[in-house]
């Protein structure tokens, strides 16, 4: 009943910015939290970032400081503002959206990023 639509992955030099978006539409009452997870390559997939419907953000230590999650209630989009890119932030980033008074969790089709020189 929910779609997420990611965008905004590339291929970025370290040191470089880049800024995530995941778009939600469907039925929606209420969204309960929005977050990233990554996933490189032959590791598991893991949380990056989340932010609650109260706006309480959680960050993977390794992305403290140089990652912010934010989101637009209007648009039901979340974003992730990328800074200080390193080349182990390669992977592939998933939206992940929690709705719904029983909640249930709905996935984006991921975006690449790939930080290289």
């Known amino acids: 009943q929910v779609q997420l639509v990611e965008s905004g992955g590339g291929l970025v030099q370290p040191g470089g910015s880049l800024r995530l978006s995941c778009a939600a539409s469907?039925?929606?009452?209420?969204?309960?939290?929005m977050g990233w997870y990554r996933q490189a390559a032959g590791n598991q997939r893991e949380l990056v970032a989340v932010?609650?419907?109260?706006?309480?953000?959680n960050y993977a230590n390794s992305v403290k400081g140089r990652f912010t999650i934010s989101r637009d209630n209007a648009k039901n989009t979340v974003y992730l503002q990328m800074n200080s890119l390193k080349p182990e932030d390669t992977a592939v980033y998933y939206c992940?959206?929690?709705?719904?008074?029983?909640?249930?969790?709905?996935w984006g089709q991921g975006t690449q990023v790939t930080v290289s020189s």
């Open positions: 992940n959206v929690v709705v719904g008074t029983w909640p249930q969790a709905y």
């Open positions: 469907g039925s929606i009452v209420r969204i309960n939290a």
């Open positions: 932010i609650t419907s109260s706006d309480i953000t």
